[in-house]
């Protein structure tokens, strides 16, 4: 008998996910061309998950991520008189880095899983070969929804959860490091400028995309009992930590090295 | 793209082999199926019948051989004439695969939307209908956990024909049914053929379903990994090989 074992080695896990980011990619290129079988409800439904229901989550970690930056680099400026830049340190930080880090983080724990065990759900119980028996990818009907849904809203999630932040340091500067609130304020202003402005809003995206990506990615290779699903969901939600880890890394390195 | 003459095979499987989890299952299978008949792929589970159909239907590719629709060969023809032959048959998965955040009628409107001109009214009196030929008027608004097991193949089934599909493949349609709903199935089955003209290749463990419904039966063999028999049941069961006799008797005491 003929041997056929070459055609039936499955890719590895990286080649899977490189696969899927092809597959993504070529879904994109289809909505842009206006031939994507996208339906405008499911990405509004998808809309209204991931920005209003997790909004309030998300402004009450920025708002303790950005109290205790207030506090820790207050104390530390404290030391050498300079607690008028706790501004600086407080904006800076939440508006380049923290916003975008800590709104990604919550939206892998939040949607990322949620993601990963509906269409690891779906898959198990054959719903998205249901999918591609009709001819429908499964990348144009469920994953674009939800990742075109976080595009959307990762700006706002990532301005207000950098604004909650800001705001969270004047308290910690004013009570403890007794900065007045207009200088905090004033100087909060001075430090904030267009390219903090930017690189946050393009971090969160990124780190946004990632979230959408890991979770879709495990979700639809999962395999098909539940024991697989909640394992799908777990990897979805390390997998997309630590890609926006190393994400925000690689920017950090990448906008520092080019001046900004 | 025409369906070709009506006295030609509507699908023929041409020196096929097929593989699962990365090993091969069955192969050198050559097959037809007639029109408006009931084809059954029987077989002792694991012997892969499931993964036969899902290499018929297109979720997987041959290892070797051929699937040919009319005069196409459904794993290597261009985007156009794959989606033109995925017209050509309905599917029903095992559990029904209903898609669970919609409501049973929204899943037999969701073919209708995305690949007819219907209008919105039309495709729920479309779906309505389809759901009243089942047997399930009244499901329409359900969703489909609030749905039983026999409720859900039915459901399955209206959806697998709301593109009004001359072939249907049901995958173990009376698995996990009591007798009455396994029965009411094959009156369904039945009616599907007889009144409604359609064909049906249905893999499935019930052995007292081949011998209600089935025209014939194609019989997979486990050991051999390839088919060893494909004629009437009432054939096999009295001149098949020795080891489908066995399995036809043991399925109907069962």
Redesign the interface.
């Given at each position: 008998m003929t041997d056929l074992s070459p055609r039936l080695s499955r890719p590895s896990s990286a080649q899977t996910t490189l696969i899927f980011f092809g597959e993504v990619l070529l879904a994109l290129g289809r909505l842009l061309r206006g031939r994507s079988r996208l339906q405008r409800g499911d990405l509004l439904e998808q809309l209204d998950r991931t920005g209003p229901r997790a909004l309030p989550i998300v402004l009450l970690t920025s708002f303790l991520v950005g109290l205790m930056l207030a506090y820790m680099g207050g104390a530390q400026l404290d030391r050498i008189g300079a607690q008028a830049y706790i501004a600086d340190v407080v904006t800076v930080g939440m508006v380049r880095e923290l916003g975008g880090l800590m709104t990604g983080v919550i939206l892998a724990g939040r949607l990322g899983a949620a993601f990963a065990a509906e269409l690891g759900s779906m898959q198990a119980h054959e719903e998205i070969d249901a999918l591609r028996v009709l001819g429908v990818d499964p990348v144009d009907h469920l994953v674009l929804p939800r990742l075109l849904a976080l595009l959307l809203v990762a700006p706002l999630l990532v301005g207000f959860g950098a604004l909650v932040g800001v705001l969270a340091g004047l308290p910690a500067a004013v009570g403890a490091f007794g900065v007045p609130a207009v200088e905090y304020l004033h100087q909060s202003l001075a430090a904030l400028t267009w390219t903090h402005l930017w690189i946050g809003q393009f971090k969160g995206l990124l780190y946004a995309a990632l979230v959408a990506l890991a979770g879709c990615r495990e979700g639809l290779h999962a395999g098909r009992d539940a024991q697989a699903v909640g394992e799908a969901t777990t990897r979805a939600v390390v997998k997309a930590l630590v890609w926006i880890v190393a994400a925000a890394c690689a920017t950090t390195v990448f906008f520092t090295s080019l001046g900004y | 793209m025409g369906t070709g003459d009506d006295t030609q095979p509507l699908l023929r499987a041409e020196g096929l082999?097929v593989?699962h989890e990365?090993?091969?299952v069955q192969?050198g299978l050559d097959f037809e199926v007639q029109r408006g008949e009931v084809l059954a792929i029987i077989g002792a589970s694991g012997c892969g019948k499931s993964t036969l159909l899902?290499h018929l239907?297109?979720?997987q590719?041959p290892?070797?051989g051929r699937v040919l629709y009319g005069a196409h060969d459904m794993h290597h023809c261009d985007e156009a004439t794959?989606?033109a032959l995925?017209r050509r048959f309905g599917?029903m998965?095992?559990?029904g695969?209903?898609?669970?955040a919609m409501s049973v009628g929204e899943n037999l409107m969701l073919?209708m939307r995305?690949?007819t001109r219907l209008s919105a009214t039309e495709r729920e009196q479309r779906a309505r209908h389809q759901l009243a030929l089942v047997g399930l008027a009244e499901g329409f608004d359900l969703a489909p956990a609030a749905l039983s097991g026999g409720m859900r193949k039915r459901a399955a089934i209206a959806?697998a024909l709301a593109l009004d599909p001359p072939l249907l493949y049901l995958d173990e349609p009376s698995s996990g049914l009591d007798p009455v709903n396994a029965t009411r199935l094959d009156e369904l089955i039945g009616h599907l053929r007889d009144d409604l003209g359609r064909t049906v290749v249905m893999v499935t463990h019930d052995i007292d379903s081949v011998f209600a419904v089935a025209d014939r039966a194609l019989f997979l063999d486990e050991q051999e990994q390839t088919m060893t028999a494909l004629d009437t049941p009432a054939a096999l069961l009295a001149q098949g090989p020795a080891r489908v006799r066995e399995f036809l008797r043991r399925g109907r005491c069962a």
């Open positions: - | 082999a593989g990365g090993r091969m192969r899902r239907i297109g979720l590719q290892l070797a794959h989606d995925r599917m998965f095992q559990a695969a209903l898609w669970s073919p995305l690949f959806r």
